[in-house]
């Protein structure tokens, strides 16, 4: 398997750890009655990163193994 195509779902699930992390963070701090950090925009950053993996997937299977 070539490093993009093992890079995609490992960025995904890393992604969504992160965003779950955040989402927990926020929620003890309301329940605690604390203000909550301001909440970074990590769904869109994973889809983001993931796309471009799977452009580079594309354009590496494309173009190297003819």
């Known amino acids: 398997m070539c ?4 890079a995609i779902p490992a960025t995904a699930t ?4 992160l965003n779950a992390k955040q989402k927990r963070t926020t ?6 009655g604390a203000s909550p950090q301001k ?3 990590i769904v869109l950053l994973t889809g983001l990163a993931v796309g471009s993996l799977v ?7 494309t173009f190297l193994y003819k």
């Open 3 to 6: 490093m993009f195509c093992t």
């Open 39 to 41: 909440e970074l925009p």
């Open 55 to 61: 452009a580079a997937s594309v354009a590496t299977h």
């Open 14 to 17: 890393a992604g969504i750890a």
């Open 27 to 32: 929620r003890e701090a309301l329940e605690n």
